[in-house]
């Protein structure tokens, strides 16, 4: 079928709004009409070519929309369902059989080469072949192709140009707090980054009842912003020395850190800020071959460094429970969003960049 998708096609250039053709949903295949698409972090590095995908493609993946078709052997989902569309696990490796998708052992083939595990391709423009499939799905375009495994059905009286952002950014922020960090009450945390993934795990620091929540960040737009969505105390990292404001808070350190920027420098910083026995999460993404340098002493002391993909959330189970959360009012992710057509990606796109969107979603 023709379809209308953001289209990159040189690494660093704009996406170009273009007519290409989408294939017909296979056995395990649901055609999702898209009605909304967050931007994330990711679809920029991707179109940039950090994460070693390929282009021409079509990136997004923070999809929220309704079932038009299903393949024959799907039973998750029916025409006319609500469903956000998440990142893609192979259901099979020792990684998923265990309930940790966000570890598959195939997660940067099935998330990052523009095609289907089985190397085909679900689009393409006359002879020349688009990637698709990322992350399972595109969905900088006006229909997709989404697997079974990575489609998640949700209620029907919430709007969906609101729950794209859930299917990464929010869930990462919010369950690197409540899934991967398992953070108690009372327990120190410190966010470095309040985009709106690190803003997503301030709010779920309160609902995890964290204390004291501190925002690390370099704009006093972004640190005002997270002092209204619950952080206690407010670090400008351009103004004081980060570790060090931090030990006077604490005392000993923090119990939590997490990095959400995805800079070396500031990774750094979150590990220093530990107490002895305190635990970073990594959330922030770099392009690949990014190193960094720490104190062994610092890790010797029994600090632990923890890698967090996608909030190591089910997302079936997961994504509905934050929108329980947003209905009772202890998740107000909508307040993060500015909202764009298609034809505006590019926009967005500058928007992000510059810092005046937090969440950019396009209104497909």
Same mark, same amino acid.
């Given at each position: 079928m023709k379809i209308k998708a953001a289209v990159v096609r040189e690494a660093g250039k704009p996406f170009v709004i %273009?007519?290409?053709? #989408? %294939?017909? @949903?296979?056995?395990?295949? !649901?055609?999702?009409?898209?009605?909304?698409? +967050?931007?994330? &972090?990711?679809?920029? /590095?991707?179109?940039?070519? $950090? #994460? +070693?995908? @390929?282009? @021409?493609? *079509?990136? +997004? &993946?923070?999809? /929220? =929309?309704?079932?038009?078709?299903?393949?024959?052997?799907?039973?998750?989902?029916? @025409?006319? %369902? &609500?469903? *956000?569309?998440? $990142?893609?696990?192979? =259901? !099979?490796?020792? /990684?998923?059989?265990? /309930?940790?998708?966000?570890?598959?052992?195939?997660?940067?083939? #099935?998330?990052?080469? =523009?095609r289907r595990g089985d190397g085909s391709i679900t689009m393409k423009k006359g002879d020349e072949t688009i990637h698709g499939s990322f992350f399972g799905q595109s969905t900088f375009a006006t229909y997709a192709l989404i697997n079974e495994r990575n489609t998640v059905k949700v209620r029907t009286d919430v709007p969906l140009e609101i729950l794209s952002p859930l299917g990464c950014g929010i869930q990462t922020g919010a369950g690197g707090v409540i899934n991967s960090l398992k953070a108690e009450p009372g327990s120190s945390l410190v966010v470095f980054g309040a985009g709106s993934v690190g803003l997503s795990a301030i709010m779920a620091a309160v609902i995890c009842g964290c204390a004291p929540i501190i925002a690390v960040d370099v704009m006093p737009a972004r640190l005002e912003l997270a002092k209204a969505f619950g952080a206690t105390h407010l670090i400008n990292g351009k103004e004081a020395n980060s570790v060090e404001e931090i030990r006077k808070l604490t005392g000993s350190g923090a119990k939590y850190t997490m990095e959400c920027t995805g800079n070396p420098m500031v990774f750094r910083q979150a590990v220093d800020s530990l107490m002895m026995g305190g635990t970073c999460a990594l959330l922030g993404v770099a392009p690949l071959g990014t190193e960094v340098k720490l104190e062994m002493q610092t890790v010797l002391d029994g600090r632990t460094i923890k890698g967090v993909v996608e909030g190591d959330s089910l997302s079936d189970i997961f994504i509905p429970q934050l929108i329980e959360f947003y209905r009772a009012g202890r998740l107000p992710f909508d307040k993060l969003i500015t909202f764009y057509t298609l034809d505006q990606i590019n926009e967005a796109v500058k928007d992000t960049h510059d810092g005046k969107a937090l969440k950019a979603v396009m209104k497909i």
């Open positions: %273009d007519e290409i053709e #989408l %294939d017909e @949903p296979r056995d395990d295949e !649901v055609l999702v009409k898209i009605v909304s698409s +967050g931007l994330c &972090h990711t679809d920029l /590095a991707a179109s940039m070519q $950090y #994460l +070693g995908n @390929p282009l @021409p493609g *079509v990136f +997004g &993946h923070e999809g /929220a =929309g309704i079932v038009e078709k299903v393949g024959s052997k799907v039973s998750k989902v029916k @025409p006319g %369902d &609500h469903v *956000v569309s998440t $990142y893609m696990w192979c =259901g !099979v490796c020792p /990684a998923c059989k265990q /309930a940790r998708p966000g570890w598959c052992v195939d997660f940067r083939t #099935l998330n990052f080469a =523009g």
